[in-house]
Structures are given as C-alpha cells and as structure tokens.
Nanobody, 124 residues
Framework: QVQLVESGGGLVQAGGSLRLSCAAS????????AAWFRQAPGKEREFVAH????????YYADSGKGRFTISRDNSKNTVYLQMNSLKPEDTAVYYC?????????????????WGQGTQVTVSS
C-alpha cells in the first residue's frame, strides 16, 4: 500500500512555470513506477507523463513534450512534474499515480494508487 499526496498547484499566467510534487508514503516507493495525469472540467482524465521505478525511462504525452519534465527522487519518495511555458489549455486537476513494477504506463486502469489531485489554473 502506498499513499500519494500532490502539491504545488496554483494560478499562473500563460507562459509561466509550476513544479508539482507527489510525496509517497507507505511501502518503498522505488518499487513503483509513477505517472502524472490530468483532468479538465467535463473531460476524461488524460495521461501527461510517466517514469520508471529508477527514473531511467520517461515518456510524455504529445501535449507536454518539450515543456514538461517528469523526475523522481527515491531518497525523498517524491515524484515531480516541472511544467514550463504553460498554456490556458493546461488548466486541469493534476493527479499523481503509482503502480507496482518497473515501467510506467499511459493507461489509467494500470494504476492502483492515486493522489487526491492538485489544481492548476493557467490564465491567458
């Protein structure tokens, strides 16, 4: 069992940056691959980025390529999402997710553990 708590969301102007954090507690977090998803009002939850258990493999949705960077620090049991050049269409609740295993996935159903989400609002 692992518990996830996101932080770092907020209101930012277009072109700005935010860094989201996902703090994990419980079992050894290095046993888990992790990911970020987001959900805008009236839309389905969508994949943003995932990272392997040791950070050696990372994958991004097209929407975030070149702007977002996922990383992790297993000594701190934390996963990060650095978001630069933010756009109004990035506005959503951002969720951290974890799954047992070495590799991440872009599919929500493959993640057993979820955080409560953190709101990101980008103004134009």
């Amino acid at each position: 069992q692992v518990q996830l708590v996101e932080s770092g969301g907020g209101l930012v102007q277009a072109g700005g940056s935010l860094r989201l954090s996902c703090a994990a507690s419980g079992r050894t977090f290095s046993s888990y691959a992790a990911a970020w998803f987001r959900q805008a009002p009236g839309k389905e939850r969508e994949f943003v980025a995932h990272i392997s258990w040791n950070g050696g493999s990372r994958y991004y949705a097209d929407s975030g390529k070149g702007r977002f960077t996922i990383s992790r620090d297993n000594s701190k049991n934390t996963v990060y999402l650095q978001m630069n050049s933010l756009k109004p269409e990035d506005t959503a609740v951002y969720y951290c997710a974890a799954r047992i295993g070495s590799r991440g996935s872009e599919y929500t159903y493959e993640y057993r553990y979820w955080g409560q989400g953190t709101q990101v609002t980008v103004s134009s």
